[in-house]
């Protein structure tokens, strides 16, 4: 549970709000991340927060300005130094999807679950199999191993059971109002 120090070795603007950081251990090295993980980053006397990985070697996280802790972490510059935890969660299936046509849903369908579960709704109609879809989801987090509470959907922890979760496990929870 104890962050690792890892310095802001590079970092470059990708929108007015957000930036990506490459970080480089200044101790033992967290496990390597798989695509669709997070780990919990930690602005050091501000606070922590989940955000994916968006390269794994060497590790590269892209954050967007939301609020204090998350405009802590894109405020810091190279040099600075940034705490990290996990990496935590599931992750994309790659395996099941080597050779096969993909399709992404994201941008605008980005939004709150109801936006993700009518996308998903969408794609079932126009013939793609349920149980080939996959949905990333996010919600609050505050432990990111399954103490807290914080990321419940139902029965699912979302740290340690998503933020990937198959479709046909997360319908039934998302079509629940305000679970
Ligand atoms: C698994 C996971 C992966 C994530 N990956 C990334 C990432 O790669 N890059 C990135 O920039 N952000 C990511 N986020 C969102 C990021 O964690 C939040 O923006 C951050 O927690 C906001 O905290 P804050 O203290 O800065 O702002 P707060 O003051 O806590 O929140 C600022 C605003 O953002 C909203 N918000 C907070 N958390 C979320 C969320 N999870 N989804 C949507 N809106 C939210 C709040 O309702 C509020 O309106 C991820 C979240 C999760 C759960
Ligand atoms: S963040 Fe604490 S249980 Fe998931």
């Given at each position: 549970?104890?962050?690792?120090?890892?310095?802001?070795?590079?970092?470059?603007?990708?929108?007015?709000?957000?930036?990506?950081?490459?970080?480089?251990?200044?101790?033992?090295?967290?496990?390597?991340?798989?695509?669709?993980?997070?780990?919990?980053?930690?602005?050091?006397?501000?606070?922590?927060?989940?955000?994916?990985?968006?390269?794994?070697?060497?590790?590269?996280?892209?954050?967007?300005?939301?609020?204090?802790?998350?405009?802590?972490?894109?405020?810091?510059?190279?040099?600075?130094?940034?705490?990290?935890?996990?990496?935590?969660?599931?992750?994309?299936?790659?395996?099941?999807a080597r050779g096969r046509d993909l399709v992404f849903a994201g941008g605008v369908v980005c939004g709150p679950e109801i936006m993700m579960r009518l996308t998903a709704e969408a794609l079932v109609a126009r013939g793609v199999p349920a149980a080939d879809v996959r949905l990333s989801l996010e919600r609050n987090m505050r432990c990111g191993v399954a103490w807290c509470g914080h990321c419940q959907l139902g029965p699912l922890l979302l740290c340690r059971d998503g933020p990937v979760v198959a479709y046909e496990t997360a319908a039934p929870l998302m079509a629940v109002k305000e679970l």
């Open positions: 549970m104890t962050p690792v120090p890892y310095r802001v070795a590079d970092r470059w603007r990708e929108t007015g709000d957000t930036v990506t950081l490459r970080l480089e251990p200044l101790g033992r090295p967290i496990g390597e991340p798989r695509p669709g993980q997070f780990t919990m980053m930690y602005a050091f006397g501000i606070g922590e927060v989940p955000i994916s990985v968006s390269r794994a070697v060497p590790i590269e996280q892209t954050v967007r300005a939301a609020g204090a802790v998350s405009r802590a972490i894109h405020g810091t510059r190279t040099g600075g130094v940034l705490g990290l935890r996990g990496p935590y969660g599931t992750g994309w299936d790659l395996d099941g």
